[in-house]
């Protein structure tokens, strides 16, 4: 009786933490990018590693609080990337809006990316 339920806890317990796992096919090409004031725009390099199914790759821009900002574009904001390829996506300033960040230091902005499967 006790082996059963520690056996049933054990498989309840691996079903969970399974269940949590997803994987990842569209991947980014380095976790920082960094932006100097002078530069207008950055290219960053997504990546398809699935190699049967193509995706959708949503992109957009937040800053430190989570929130969608329109100072930084991420250009596309929607694209195809097909099985196994490579793609590019540009983070631009949007001129009028990044003039008003603090120019004595740096801001934090979260470059997001959603892989949609079909």
């Given at each position: 009786?006790?082996?059963?339920?520690?056996?049933?806890?054990i498989i309840l317990?691996?079903?969970?933490?399974?269940?949590?796992?997803?994987?990842?096919?569209?991947n980014?090409?380095?976790?920082r990018?960094?932006?100097d004031?002078?530069?207008?725009?950055?290219?960053?390099?997504?990546?398809?590693?699935?190699?049967?199914?193509?995706?959708?790759?949503?992109?957009?821009?937040t800053?430190?609080?989570?929130?969608?900002?329109?100072a930084l574009m991420?250009?596309p904001?929607l694209?195809?990337?097909?099985?196994?390829?490579k793609?590019q996506?540009?983070?631009?300033q949007?001129r009028?809006l990044t003039?008003?960040?603090?120019?004595?230091?740096?801001?934090?902005?979260?470059?997001?990316?959603?892989g949609?499967?079909?």
């Amino acid at each position: 009786m006790k082996n059963s339920r520690i056996s049933r806890a054990i498989i309840l317990t691996l079903a969970a933490a399974w269940s949590q796992c997803s994987p990842a096919a569209v991947n980014v090409d380095r976790t920082r990018i960094i932006m100097d004031a002078p530069q207008k725009t950055v290219a960053i390099t997504l990546n398809n590693d699935d190699k049967t199914t193509p995706f959708l790759a949503q992109s957009w821009v937040t800053d430190a609080d989570g929130v969608r900002t329109d100072a930084l574009m991420a250009l596309p904001p929607l694209q195809r990337i097909d099985a196994g390829q490579k793609s590019q996506v540009r983070i631009t300033q949007v001129r009028g809006l990044t003039d008003k960040l603090p120019q004595d230091r740096e801001t934090l902005f979260w470059f997001n990316v959603r892989g949609v499967p079909p």
